[in-house]
């Protein structure tokens, strides 16, 4: 009996982690956080949930192809939507199969990409999501030293 409670509820909360997000309308491309523990945006100014936006090498298109390429190499995650400017990305988490939404916006005058990652249930995420932008970060830097690009 618990088994099956337990299973039930499990397949309630991933089905409540299919639904997407809805789209931004303000023109930043990407929502403010809530105001949980679940999410970081590079848009934010307070720093408990502010983080760094990623740096832009090349184009938006160049620098979007990038960040594809590095999180279609990550564990669990998928491409959802993408677009001119943007990248919209999902990360599974391993056991309960939680979704984290991960938004990716170019901001080429100011020469970074915007992102902003949030998960979609609970109000605590104890830091997967910042980690995850870092690990981001760290993989599309390594890929864009003279090291990675054999121009030493």
Do not use: K, Y
Not at 2 to 11: D, S
Not at 49 to 62: I, Y
């Amino acid at each position: 009996m618990i088994v099956r409670i337990f299973a039930t509820t499990a397949l309630l909360l991933c089905a409540a982690c299919a639904v997407a997000p809805p789209s931004p309308d303000d023109g930043t491309g990407l929502r403010p956080c809530p105001g949980t523990f679940n999410c970081v945006s590079s848009l934010e100014r307070d720093p408990t949930w502010r983080v760094d936006p990623l740096p832009l090498r090349g184009s938006a298109a160049e620098g979007l192809a990038a960040v594809r390429q590095v999180v279609l190499a990550m564990p669990r995650s998928r491409i959802v939507a993408e677009g001119p400017g943007f990248l919209h990305a999902e990360f599974r988490s391993r056991v309960f199969r939680f979704v984290d939404d991960v938004d990716f916006f170019v901001d080429e005058p100011a020469g970074v990409i915007n992102v902003r990652s949030a998960a979609r249930l609970g109000s605590s995420d104890f830091g997967v999501n910042r980690r995850r932008v870092e690990e981001i970060r760290e993989r599309l830097m390594s890929r864009q030293s003279p090291a990675a690009d054999g121009n030493r």
